[in-house]
């Protein structure tokens, strides 16, 4: 039976579809053009899914600071948005068929609760910094989990350095025998790599923490926001203040966090292959139990480091995503595009990878053993001809004579090392500085200030 009243009916009609997009305006469209402009949405938002509830109640507070929400209004949705939040947490959230994505499934929850009042929740902000500010708050959780996981694997390196620091090993250049080294300047030299890792990374989490909110879809809102309020809300050290600068980092936050990601890849990475090297046969350096190595389907004596294999493979893929987000943004002018909804794919599944590779290299780590005798085969001797050029020159031959000397001693097949080391200077195999490392590592971590973002959730969470 048709209703009397047709603005009724289009009432009836619009409150049927505007939960499934929030840009519904009533028109369908093409079931081709929504499946693949949706793309990934609705499975990569879940990412996403507690940051946009901690972004609305700090938006509702400050709606409600400016009359756009009453003091009661506010105090229903933050109670609804916390129990989000909750249902969040224990794994039950999803995006409902025919939503369109984390956005539209708050608020249509928050509408299905509420009514009215839910509906009022996305006044003075767009999707666009929505988004922002989601992806924003997601990368500075995800890099406070990667300065912890990396923080572990640097004691686990300085740990190994410390155990280790007496075992000789030789040094190469040019992949050929150069000078002596030790498993204890081998391990704690990518461990110092972690810490200017941690400084690179740091610079992009400073970049991520400013508050995009209130630029709207770019360009600022009538309505009087305040944003430094949602940005003291939020824990932010500061705002991106232009509106169209603050739409402009999206893609560029997203490329300089995955170029700080990258460089700590690219130390993994190396580590990697090292391992993998001096794992064969003809290096004999170190060695894995038979637990953490796997054989041939044809060749029964094999144990091969395909733990150290995959992470390389993984930490070289890492460090292809800058350049990937690069190539997505580096031809957009300034404002909003669908383009940089693709960035999500790459971008936002990258932190786990690269913490799995993290805690997988870890463990391997932990459960390594060293080739205590190495420089004793006669195959290493030459590494030690830089120590008796030098003693030469202690004993007042100039150093030019001295390398001449040793050097013909070699050519003639008569060299005999010494095999005496003493290396006292800062940083080299008889003075390893660890405690300095370790110190540095401490001071970078204790920069990032990530109790300050802890407690501003909290009030959110708990009450304001």
Known sequence: MKSINPYFDLYLRLQNTITMKLWDKGTSVNE???????????????????????????????????????????????????????????GDFLIEEGVEDVHSQVELMLTRKLGDTGKKIHSGRSRNDQVLLDLKLFTRSEIQKLVIATNELFERLMAKAEANKQYLMPGYTHLQVA??????????????SLVDDLVLLQAAYKITNQNPLGSAAGYGSSFPLDRQM????????????????????RGKMEKTVAFALSSIAATISKFAFDVCLFMSQNFGFVSLPDELTTGSSIMPHKKNPDVFELVRSHCNKIQAIPYQISLMTNNLPSGYFRDLQILKEVFLPAFQELQDCISIAGFAIDNM????????????????????????????????????????????????????????????????CLEQISGKMESVIKAYRFQEIEKAYAKLLGGL
């Open 32 to 90: 081709l053009i929504e499946k693949f402009t949706v793309g990934k949405d609705r499975e990569l938002d879940l990412y996403l899914a507690k940051y946009d509830v901690l972004g609305s109640i700090a938006h509702a507070k400050m709606l409600e600071s400016i009359d756009l929400l009453t003091e009661g209004e506010f105090a229903e949705l933050q109670a609804e948005l916390v129990e989000i939040y909750r249902v969040i947490e224990n």
């Open 179 to 192: 000078m002596p080294s030790s498993f204890g300047l081998w391990f704690s030299a990518y461990a110092e």
């Open 369 to 432: 053993t060293v080739n205590t005798n190495l420089l004793a085969d006669d195959r290493y001797k030459y590494v030690f001809s830089v120590e008796d050029v030098n003693k030469l020159v202690m004993q007042g031959v100039p150093f030019r004579d001295a390398y001449k000397m040793v050097g013909g001693q070699i050519n003639e097949g008569t060299y005999e090392p010494s095999r005496e080391i003493n290396h006292t200077h800062e940083g080299s195999l008889g003075n390893l």
């Open 230 to 249: 949602t940005t003291d809300l939020l824990g932010f050290e500061s705002m991106n203040y232009n509106v169209i600068y603050a739409q402009m980092g």
